[in-house]
């Protein structure tokens, strides 16, 4: 089964074309191409819907129950109408009002148990959903998120669901309580005078039809004010998320003012789908009670001419409220549905992508025991987003079992992307990348990432506790495991000293540790997964020297019996290194050890001058 597949599998889009989250457009123009035609994106909802029969049942049941039970109230109405107003009926009307009650008490009691139901069902599918949606996107490779922003995610997975939920829940629950008593209205009206009803009827098609005009303008505009929020979302996103860096900068106001306009530009969106349902439920309503008005004048006249009684006309009335009524609602709630077609066409889009990395139908099994050896043949590879500009260029070589290799070379030499490949988050363009004799591409990604501990330079931190975050994708690791491994990375110290020690919650992205606690954190989560194969990506470029002599200190613990790739600048990182391969513009242009690459006085001195220069003029400044 391939990645992503696992997650529900029913909230598919039914259109081939495959779809990528956009930048949002208030321009509703531009935006019809993507609005939904119908309200055929909420048929995904379905699959979802069955899963829960009993829900369906209950809130079905009582649904219908509330309707029938106020389709009854005209025809009591009547009777007492035509029958309850007399000295020798006095204590009809009496037997009449106590059924009134009973009938309130059953329309309330069923009332109650429909809210729970259809509640109760929304809740459950809109959690189904997020849940499916969020295992998706987490299953998608790493080119889907080169050109497509987190906030925009997220918005689908909140606001989109929410607008669902809402669907699912009340809407649904309305519009099917309003057919039912439109339906029921209508036959009762017809066994009430089918002469009246005949001409309520002919203006039907007088409402019907600019609903249906109208509720293609709210679908496009709801659309349209969907993606304007996702994109303020979005924008606030990245704002909190670098609030330090806002201040630093005194960026602040730059930063209001881009969310105020994005804001502004979903304000805009939203009153122009809010005037489209303004427009639409007032035409609606008064096409149906003008109708209404004038079919009654003609009532009116039947009984002036003893062609119907005046229950039975009170009885049509009642009915033909209810029906004018319900209809009016359901043009409301047609906007309602609009906008949640929308919403589920989103979210449809995503679940839509399919990863670019996935495991082969019949995964050729990692050897055992592993010996953690690595081969680069003639790799040559571009970024899916950046097609036309080569990143490696037939690049190969081999790292034996144990082995420690660093990598150097000047940014976008394509250092990292050679651990990126290393991980699968892309396949090669030419060659092959082999752990173990294994071309990764015939591989499961799960089992082959499981060879390899990542200490990468820009740590992430969760916002959960110390233990939590060490042992990261390590389920049923216990403490004392953890702690043996806090302890090799040096980290064991700080964190008891912290408030609660490895249960101490680090706040979101680990705000409040240092760069050299986070890296610590880095290498135990590394030394817990015992990988053969470890890679470190600038693991001590940014720390000052103590923290910078501990995190030496831990990965020199780390990097034992472990074939080891290191990505440096510092010549201490690398002087203890086997071998160096010189990275140039995707090509490697020079191998060896540091003294034979000194020696060449080739890219690699170069680069050692220009270090140890810059290195001497700072003891000079300092002194």
Sequence with gaps: MQPGRASGGVFRRQSPASATPAAATPNPDAADARAPRSVRPLARLFPYIRRYPHLVAGAVVFLALAALTTLTLPIAVRRMIDHGFSASDAGFINTYFTMLLVIAAVLALASACRYYFVITLGERVVADIRRDVFAHVTALSAAFYDVNRSGEIVSRLTADTTQIKSTVGATASVALRNIILCAGAIVMMFITSPRLSALALAAIPLIVFPIVGFGRRVRRRSRIAQDTLADAMTLAGEAIGATRTLQAFNAEDEARR????????????????????????????????????????????????????????????????FAAGALGSLS????????????????????????????????????????????????????????????????????????????????????????????????????????????????????????????????????????????????????????????????????????????????????????GQRQRIAIARAILRDAPVLLLDEATSALDAESEKLVQVALEELMQNRTTLVIAHRLATVLKADRILVMDKGRIVEQGTHETLVARNGLYARLARLQFESGAEAIAAAK
């Excluded at 304000?267 to 303004?278: D, V």
């Excluded at 003609?298 to 049509?316: D, K, N």
């Excluded at 082999?434 to 071309?439: H, L, Q, S, Y």
Aim: charged share 20%; proline share 6%.
């Design 332 to 515: 409301e709630v047609w906007g309602e549905v609009s906008q949640a077609a929308g919403a589920a066409e989103r979210l449809g889009e995503l679940l839509d992508e399919h990863p670019a990395i996935t495991a082969p139908a019949d995964p050729q099994q990692m050897p055992e025991p592993a010996r953690g050896e690595v081969e680069f043949d003639n790799v040559g590879f571009a970024y899916p987003a950046r097609p036309d500009l080569p990143t490696l260029d037939g690049i190969s070589f081999t790292v034996a079992p144990g082995e420690t290799v660093a990598i150097v070379g000047a940014s976008g030499a394509g250092k990292s992307t050679v651990f990126s490949l290393l991980l699968r988050y892309y396949d090669v363009a030419t060659g092959s990348v082999k752990i173990d004799g294994v071309d990764l591409r015939r591989a499961d990604p799960k089992p082959l990432r499981d060879r390899i501990a990542l200490v990468p330079q820009d740590v992430t931190i969760f916002a959960s506790t110390v233990a939590e975050n060490i042992a990261i994708g390590q389920d049923g690791a216990d403490r004392a495991a953890i702690i043996a491994a806090a302890r090799a990375a040096q980290a064991h110290d700080f964190i008891q000293n912290l408030q609660n020690g490895y249960d101490t919650p680090l706040g979101e992205r680990g705000i409040t540790l240092s760069g």
């Design 258 to 321: 881009r969310f105020a306009g994005a804001v502004d530009a979903a304000f805009a969106a939203a009153r122009s789908a809010i005037r489209a349902r303004s427009i639409l439920t007032g035409f609606a309503i008064a096409i149906a009670f003008g109708s209404v008005v004038g079919v009654l004048w003609y009532g009116a006249q039947s009984v002036l001419a003893g062609e119907l009684t005046p229950g039975r006309l009170g009885q049509f009335l009642l009915y033909s409220l």
